[in-house]
């Protein structure tokens, strides 16, 4: 157990953006397998890319936002499952060092490990001698074929009847996995569902939620970091924000390099790149794509500075952070879709990676924390006033 000298955002960018053509050539292979390979995932290891979040004196790098979301838009920029499966276990592990020291220090104990996770409170934990005995099943469960402890969400029964918002604390071996990963896009990212069947939890591994997500928690050794003092809502949308961000980068980079030579078919045009639709096209695409940056760096600095001055944040901003995440979306998702639809009919083969970005950025878009429309509502309930209709804020 040791403090380090965390490599700045320049090295873990640089690293990111070397595992760029591995992850390209990975794309299909993850794809069809509905995982990433080990090779991937020793690349992520070895490049100290999955230490971001994991506490300094577990020999983490507690990297500010920014890093992280640089980082892991290159990352979704090389193939989005893995982007999004780094993010998951980024998040996931800087929810780990929320616990108590000594459930930290079993996490922790494993060089590399990987923590997943899961938001939605889809289980019932029971109060017992010593803890809760848990049921119940999480879906979109990103990541934990690979990973050894899960964060997850529940409640917990009251006597009174009503239920407290926790979150868990699980190592996979103690849940059973149900492989019903298929689906349209993000296939990569393993995101199973996993199901707790009277599951002893310990009180030690259980944390009240409501805390965590008001930034008022505070996580023994770790509470005194900048990273620590940040909320919980913020963090985890950045951080997803910048999946889809790579993924708009991924489209316009896919896009250009197979433009040179191409015609449009049933036209004059036996260069698509001297056609007018073609420049308007790529200039939209670009400037939306710029625009999602904006977004999501604007969210990763208001996450960094705060911190660092140790201010708390307004409902207001709280608000923004998540208009940001699905602003982010949106404007990567319309510029996806302008790229691909330019992209002709012989890119509905598998081999050509735009069909699968799209494929990929529409999934991402129906999330329920990255819904474009449910973020704009939040956001524009609190501007008129009223309060927000959700505790995830």
């Given at each position: 157990m040791h403090d380090t000298n965390a490599p700045?955002?320049?090295?873990l960018l640089g690293r990111a953006t070397e595992l760029v053509p591995l992850l390209n050539k990975n794309a299909q292979w993850i794809e069809e397998n509905r995982r990433l390979p080990e090779?991937?995932?020793t690349a992520l290891t070895d490049a100290g890319l999955l230490k971001m979040r994991v506490p300094r004196h577990f020999g983490g790098y507690e990297s500010p936002m920014r890093t992280v979301a640089g980082v892991i838009a290159e990352l979704a920029r090389g193939d989005g499952s893995?982007?999004?499966t780094?993010?998951?276990w980024a998040i996931s592990s800087w929810m780990a060092g929320m616990f108590p020291d000594e459930v930290q220090e079993e996490v922790f104990a494993e060089p590399d490990v990987r923590v997943s996770g899961i938001l939605s409170p889809t289980a019932v934990g029971t109060p017992v001698d010593g803890g809760i005995t848990l049921n119940g099943k999480w879906g979109f469960n990103t990541g934990s074929l690979q990973s050894s402890w899960n964060t997850n969400a529940a409640v917990?029964?009251?006597?009174d009847g009503s239920f407290e918002p926790i979150m868990v604390l699980i190592p996979l071996s103690e849940l059973t996995v149900v492989d019903d990963w298929h689906t349209a896009g993000m296939r990569g990212s393993g995101s199973v569902s996993t199901v707790a069947r009277d599951l002893f939890v310990p009180e030690q591994r259980v944390l009240s939620m409501p805390p965590v997500l008001a930034g008022t928690h505070q996580p023994g050794r770790n509470a005194a970091s900048p990273v620590y003092k940040a909320p919980f809502m913020p963090t985890a949308c950045t951080t997803v924000a910048a999946v889809a961000l790579g993924l708009a980068r991924a489209a316009r980079e896919a896009?250009?390099?197979r433009l040179p030579g191409r015609k449009i078919s049933y036209?004059?045009?036996e260069n698509q790149a001297e056609a007018p639709i073609t420049h308007l096209t790529t200039a939209d695409a670009v400037t939306r794509i710029?625009?999602?940056?904006?977004?999501?760096?604007?969210?990763?600095?208001m996450l960094d500075d705060k911190a660092a001055a140790g201010e708390a944040w307004t409902l207001e901003e709280r608000a923004r952070a998540r208009l940001d995440l699905g602003a982010a979306t949106q404007r990567s998702k319309e510029a996806v879709g302008l790229l691909n639809s330019a992209s002709g009919g012989s890119s509905v083969y598998s081999t050509v990676p735009i069909q699968r970005i799209q494929r990929d950025v529409q999934t991402l878009t129906l999330h329920a924390i990255m819904h474009p429309a449910t973020n704009l509502e939040l956001y524009g309930r609190v501007l008129c006033g009223l309060d927000p209709n959700t505790h995830y804020i």
């Open positions: 700045s955002r320049q090295e090779d991937v995932v893995t982007g999004w780094a993010a998951v917990r029964a009251r006597p896009f250009f390099q036209t004059a045009y710029d625009e999602a940056g904006f977004h999501v760096l604007r969210a990763a600095g």
